[in-house]
Structures are given as structure tokens and as C-alpha cells.
């Protein structure tokens, strides 16, 4: 079994900042790619950023410039640090971590942005 704990999420006003993290435990052998999704309501689940075992990232359009990805192997950790949040940016954040060509997901945190 595999957990993810994410933290961080909150209440921000227009143009602050927030960092998401999330903490992978369990049966763990090694984790491929690890990434950020969110979910605004009335919306289907989008990808936010995603971040390789070797260090690649991707990004949503919508995020590139505001939002940094990155992880920490030997903890198993990964994070989203996300600037300029506007209020689109609104949802629920899950964390996701793919092992073994198995994908895990984390309970979620909101982010919710203030106008």
C-alpha cells in the first residue's frame, strides 16, 4: 500500500502565494513520475504539473511562469510552489505519484484564491 499526504492548501488573495507538498509512504520501491492535479468545481481534473524521476517537468499552460514543481527522491516528497495565484487557479489539488505503471492519488487539499 501507498500513501499521500498533501498539505499546505488555504485561502490566498489574488496574486499571493501558496507551496503545496506531498509526502509518499508504504511500499515504495521506486516512483516514476510524481505530479499535481486540480479539480474546480462544476470542472473535470486537470493536469497541473508533473515532474519525472529525472528531473523533467510539464506544465499546464495556464500555470507556466507562476508554478514551480519539484521533488525530493530521497524522501519521497514532491511540491508545488505556486506565485501570482489568481482566482481561476480555485480547487482541489490532489498529489499523484506513479509507481510500477500504477498511479496513486492523495485525498486532496483546496486552494481557494480570493479576487
Known amino acids: 500500500q501507498v500513501q499521500l499526504v498533501e498539505s499546505g492548501g488555504g485561502l490566498v488573495q489574488a496574486g499571493g502565494s501558496l507551496r503545496l507538498s506531498c509526502a509518499a509512504s508504504?511500499?515504495?520501491?521506486?516512483?516514476?513520475?510524481m505530479g499535481w492535479y486540480r479539480q474546480a468545481p462544476g470542472k473535470q481534473r486537470e493536469l497541473v504539473a508533473g515532474?519525472?524521476?529525472?528531473?523533467?517537468?510539464n506544465y499546464a499552460d495556464s500555470v507556466k511562469g507562476r508554478v514551480t514543481i519539484s521533488r525530493d527522491n530521497g524522501k519521497n516528497r514532491v511540491s508545488l510552489q505556486m506565485n501570482d495565484l489568481k482566482p481561476e487557479d480555485t480547487g482541489e489539488y490532489y498529489c499523484?505519484?506513479?509507481?510500477?505503471?500504477?498511479?496513486?492519488w492523495g485525498q486532496g487539499t483546496q486552494v481557494t484564491v480570493s479576487s
Open positions: 515532474i519525472t524521476s529525472g528531473g523533467r517537468t
Open positions: 499523484t505519484v506513479q509507481i510500477l505503471s500504477r498511479n496513486y
Open positions: 508504504g511500499s515504495i520501491f521506486s516512483i516514476n513520475t
